[in-house]
C-alpha cells in the first residue's frame, strides 16, 4: 500500500518503520534537519527493550502537493500543531486520513477538514501507544507499550477498515478498534493533564 506519514518525530517515526517492516511503500514528511537526517541515515531506531537496532530505507518529501495520492495518510503531530496542517491536507486528493495523537476537539477538527477539501475525506482518529525520544543525531530510542494504535470513527464503523487491515496486515503490531473514540480521546486528554 502507499502510505504517507505526515510527521517524523518519535511517533511518526515509529509508526513508519512498522509499515515499511510489513511491506507497505511508505513515505514520511520531514522538514530541514529531520529531513537531512532521514535522507543521509535512513530511518534510526534504537528498540530499547529489545536491544537492537534497525535501520529502514524511507522515502522523504518536504511539502505534501494537491497531486500526490496515498492509500492511507497517517498525521502524528502534537495537537496544537494540526491547525497549521488541516489545509494542506483538505487540498490533497488523498482520501482516507487518520489523525493520530492527542486531540481534545475531534468533532471540530473532523469537521474542518471536510469542510475545506475539494474532494470527499474519510477521517478517523488514532491514539499510538509508544513512546521514547529523538536523539541529537537524528537517531530515535523507542520504549513499545506494546507498539500498539488504538483506532475509531466518531460516526460508528471506520469506513476505509479494510485498508487499515491490510497496511497493518504483516507488522508486529496491534491495531484495536473503538467505537467511541470521542470519548476515549477526551478520557486520555483528560487524564495527561492531571
Known amino acids: 500500500m502507499r502510505i504517507l506519514v505526515?510527521?517524523?518525530?518519535v511517533l511518526g517515526s515509529y509508526l513508519a518503520h512498522v509499515l515499511v517492516?510489513?511491506?507497505?511503500?511508505?513515505?514520511?514528511?520531514?522538514?530541514?534537519?529531520?529531513?537531512?537526517?532521514?535522507?543521509?541515515?535512513?530511518?534510526?531506531?534504537?528498540?530499547?527493550?529489545?536491544?537492537?537496532?534497525?535501520?529502514?530505507?524511507?522515502?522523504v518529501i518536504h511539502a505534501l502537493q494537491s497531486d500526490d495520492l496515498y492509500d492511507l495518510v497517517f498525521v502524528v503531530m502534537k495537537y496544537n500543531d494540526f491547525p497549521a496542517v488541516l489545509p494542506i491536507l483538505a487540498e490533497n486528493r488523498s482520501r482516507n486520513m487518520v489523525l493520530v495523537g492527542n486531540n481534545a476537539d475531534p468533532h471540530g477538527m473532523r469537521n474542518l477538514l471536510k469542510e475545506m477539501s475539494a474532494v470527499e475525506k474519510s477521517v478517523v482518529f488514532g491514539f499510538q501507544l509508544n513512546g521514547g525520544i529523538r536523539e541529537e543525531s537524528g537517531r530515535i530510542i523507542c520504549i513499545r507499550g506494546g507498539g500498539q494504535m488504538?483506532?475509531?470513527?466518531?460516526?460508528?464503523?471506520?469506513?476505509?477498515?479494510p485498508v487499515l487491515e491490510n497496511a497493518f496486515k504483516h507488522v508486529k503490531y496491534k491495531s484495536a478498534y473503538h467505537e467511541g473514540m470521542d470519548a476515549w480521546l477526551k478520557s486520555i486528554s483528560s487524564l495527561l493533564w492531571l
Do not use: C, W
Open 6 to 9: 505526515f510527521g517524523a518525530g
Open 21 to 59: 517492516r510489513g511491506g507497505n511503500d511508505v513515505t514520511i514528511l520531514a522538514r530541514g534537519k529531520r529531513a537531512e537526517q532521514l535522507n543521509k541515515d535512513g530511518l534510526v531506531i534504537r528498540h530499547y527493550f529489545q536491544r537492537k537496532i534497525t535501520v529502514d530505507e524511507v522515502k
Open 150 to 161: 488504538i483506532l475509531g470513527s466518531l460516526d460508528g464503523e471506520i469506513p476505509f477498515k
